[in-house]
């Protein structure tokens, strides 16, 4: 079946930029979705990229697929304080509805 | 108001107790789901429906059931609640019509089994 694997933690200091890395198995997978979870909270749609993309920015964010490898990133430049949280990658495909395949979430610390 | 909402947010019960968590929307989305989260292991899906008529098994649906009362409404039972469903619980919706099905979380539910 489908799987999307993501490291568990990653430590950055404020200011720099983070980079969350994923990937994932489905060779029909349509669209990648980033969520991010904040401590006390459910789930929120960050980004998205369609499958025939290869990049996606959105302000501080920064979406790279490379498709081939089936290799997904989100770039945070200039990391603050307030990224702190669980970043989810997820996939979704037609065959499977839609219903979006999630990895085991990124912990993402900032620190002074 | 909360688009997603979920009843109890926090709940403590004892094995073999049968247990109903509640979710409401607002946003008038066809889909809803129920998902279950374990730190380290991420979102496993439970049980989702595609309309009031409509209900699936995910793939951690044993030990759960659920009942979609109104397009706005849908519940999940432990029917006789272990330990090792403690967990958190979160409802999800999503609307088929949108271009991309963009799931919208509720808060959760933060079940803890005795």
């Known amino acids: 079946g489908e799987d999307v694997e993501q490291s568990l933690f990653l430590s950055v200091r404020e200011g720099d930029s983070s980079v969350i890395n994923c990937t994932y198995t489905d060779s029909s997978s349509t669209y990648l979705y980033w969520y991010k979870q904040e401590p006390g909270a459910g789930l929120q749609l960050l980004t998205y990229?369609?499958?025939?993309?290869d990049m996606k920015q959105d302000q501080r964010l920064t979406v790279l697929l490379n498709k081939k490898d089936k290799h997904l990133s989100l770039r945070i430049a200039d990391t603050q304080t307030g990224d702190s949280a669980i970043y989810f990658c997820a996939e979704s495909a037609s065959g499977g509805s839609y219903i979006p395949t999630f990895g085991r979430g990124t912990s993402l610390i900032v620190h002074p | 108001d909360a688009d997603v909402t979920q009843t109890p947010r926090n709940r403590i019960t004892k094995t073999g107790k049968r247990i109903m968590l509640e979710c409401s929307q607002t946003k008038g989305h066809d889909r809803m789901y129920w998902y279950r989260q374990d730190p380290g292991l991420g979102l496993q899906l439970i049980y989702y429906s595609f309309d009031v008529k409509d209900i699936n098994k995910g793939e951690i649906s044993d030990g759960y059931s659920v009942s979609r009362q109104a397009q706005a409404k849908f519940s999940l039972s432990l029917e006789s609640a272990i330990p090792n469903q403690t967990a958190l619980y979160f409802c999800?919706?999503?609307?088929?019509?949108?271009?991309?099905?963009?799931?919208?979380f509720g808060p959760g539910t933060r079940l803890t089994v005795l």
């Open positions: 999800a919706t999503s609307d088929h019509r949108e271009e991309v099905d963009t799931q919208y």
């Open positions: 990229i369609f499958s025939n993309m």
